[in-house]
């Protein structure tokens, strides 16, 4: 403001309010904001690269430890904490009594929950003896089938864990395949930058539209295109004076312009299929890998000498077709999933409430048939690496062997999700914890090794961050073993008799857990 005005000229004849000079300050002060901040960012990682690289080798360590102690230590998670569920149920149930047995005789306790109705604010409900019974009945009901469960399924646990232990020793055979992940990585980037670069080129090969600008009210060809060059000598400059002609936006009026939106869904659907031809590849490779640790009669001596490399080989050699195929599944599930995506944005505009529903469900039913084919790929991946054959016939063979044991199937994979968990939340949140301690200088014995940063949150959740995409990393492969390992075990139980001519290739434990012996040949 000068004096009593809030307008101004900007030097061309017009005159403008305050307020646009205002909110220009605002915006160029974010900019400069954002610049300064990403300096300081940038300040922090050149003093303190070493020890986020320092953070994720612990990390690294750590997760070799946790594998390894799995051998020896699965059994004793397991059943703490399958004791710990029990007790907090256990905890839970005399909560709910003692809650309910404390609101006898208050008034108010006494009423129903369908005299009460809904309420908006929960807490009501907690002050009536009807809700604690019921969370009681709950509690009681889920503590029960939990035991019994126990009972009846505790000699799968056991194999479970078993088969789990045997995975470590895989593992520790094979640890070259700790390092795969590397390579599927690198792959991945490939294709990331393939499609990053493509999309650009897409986005940018439009042409630059430029408009005629001016007073609507007395330039009747306002919005028309123009070409700046010739402009200033054409009928539209001599028919508006005060007109311009700007750039409006990028574009074109050509067939291939009109065809760009159908290029960029082809790059992405293109880039679906690579990225997933690549996971089919590591998990072939793995499966192939550790198959041929439980197929060796006599482990480690009938190895082959470099499984990994071996594995990797034949899987390029003759399972290509096999693994696009199965990635060309799944590129297509999940472009329809984007599209769907696409249409839901354009759809929130409108206020049809049938279309939204519609537009739901489908979003449900094609994120539940992208898992089932995920779940499917994973295990004809594995048959493809045993026996050579098709997808078709590896995922048939799977499926079919997988609902036989359905059990099974389903104790192993809570059990190892439950291990996986536990080992990422140990892992990132030792490292993180370290972190925390250190970059804040709260570690007195190396108080002063610690660099001085801006803001200390920018090395610790690096080192979080890359902690968890290692522990993932250690533990996607250990869990492609357990799986591999499984269906091997599942083949052998169904293929073999433990006869001299069929003699079962599964460990000495799993065999003692299941009673079953090799019978040796008689010698002559």
């Given at each position: ?143 029960v089938i939990i035991i019994l469960l126990l009972i009846f399924l505790r000699k799968r646990i056991l194999i479970a864990i078993a088969l789990i232990k045997e995975a ?317 390992l499984f269906l091997c075990f599942l083949e052998d139980l169904e293929r073999n008799d433990g006869s001299a001519e069929r003699p079962y290739f599964m460990s000495s ?16």
């Amino acid at each position: 403001m000068v004096g009593n005005k809030t307008t101004y000229e900007d030097g061309d004849g017009v005159r403008k309010n305050i307020t646009e000079l205002i909110e220009g300050a605002k915006k160029a002060n974010g900019v400069l904001e954002a610049r300064q901040l990403a300096m300081r960012i940038f300040e922090d990682y050149t003093v303190s690269w070493y020890w986020i690289v320092i953070g994720l080798v612990i990390a690294m360590m750590m997760s070799l430890l946790f594998i390894v102690l799995l051998r020896f230590l699965a059994g004793i998670m397991v059943w703490v904490m399958i004791v710990m569920v029990i007790l907090v149920l256990g905890y839970g149930i005399f909560h709910c009594y003692m809650e309910y047995a404390r609101l006898r005789g208050e008034a108010g306790s006494e009423i129903s929950l369908v005299d009460l109705g809904f309420q908006t604010d929960l807490r009501v409900y907690l002050h009536l003896r009807q809700t604690w019974m019921a969370f009681m009945i709950i509690l009681s009901i889920l503590e029960v089938i939990i035991i019994l469960l126990l009972i009846f399924l505790r000699k799968r646990i056991l194999i479970a864990i078993a088969l789990i232990k045997e995975a470590s020793r895989a593992v520790g055979y094979v640890m070259c395949s700790m390092l795969y992940p590397l390579v599927t990585f690198f792959l991945l980037c490939l294709c990331i930058a393939y499609w990053a670069s493509t999309a650009v080129f897409l986005s940018t090969s439009n042409e630059a539209i430029y408009k005629i600008f001016g007073d609507i009210t007395t330039c009747p060809v306002t919005g028309k295109t123009c070409n700046p060059e010739t402009f200033s000598s054409s009928n539209e400059s001599r028919l508006c004076p005060g007109a311009h002609c700007q750039f409006a936006f990028y574009g074109g009026e050509s067939a291939y312009h009109r065809a760009l939106l159908g290029l960029q869904i082809f790059n992405a659907f293109m880039f679906f299929w690579l990225s997933n031809f690549v996971l089919a590849l590591g998990q072939v490779t793995l499966a192939g890998a550790f198959a041929s640790y439980y197929w060796a009669l006599h482990k480690p001596d009938d190895l082959p000498a470099f499984p990994l490399f071996s594995s990797f080989s034949r899987a390029l050699r003759y399972h290509t077709g096999s693994l696009a195929f199965g990635a060309l599944i799944l590129a297509i599930v999940q472009i329809i999933r984007v599209m769907l995506e696409y249409l839901d944005q354009r759809l929130k505009a409108a206020d049809n409430k049938f279309a939204k529903f519609l537009m739901t469900c489908l979003k449900c039913c094609f994120w539940c048939l992208e898992k089932f084919i995920r779940f499917l790929n994973r295990n004809a991946y594995i048959m493809i690496a045993i026996y050579g054959t098709n997808f078709c016939t590896s995922a048939k063979n799977a499926f079919f062997l997988l609902m036989r044991n359905i059990i099974r199937v389903a104790v192993l994979d809570k059990v190892t999700d439950f291990l996986f968990l536990l080992g990422k939340l140990l892992i990132v949140g030792s490292v993180g914890i370290l972190a925390f301690f250190f970059f804040t200088h709260r570690i007195r014995i190396i108080q002063d090794t610690a660099p001085p940063l801006n803001y200390y949150w920018v090395p610790i959740l690096t080192v979080i961050i890359g902690s968890y995409l290692i522990a993932h990393g250690f533990f996607s492969v250990y869990g492609m073993c357990v799986d591999t390992l499984f269906l091997c075990f599942l083949e052998d139980l169904e293929r073999n008799d433990g006869s001299a001519e069929r003699p079962y290739f599964m460990s000495s434990n799993l065999k003692k857990l299941l009673n079953k012996t090799n019978k040796k040949l008689a010698e002559s």
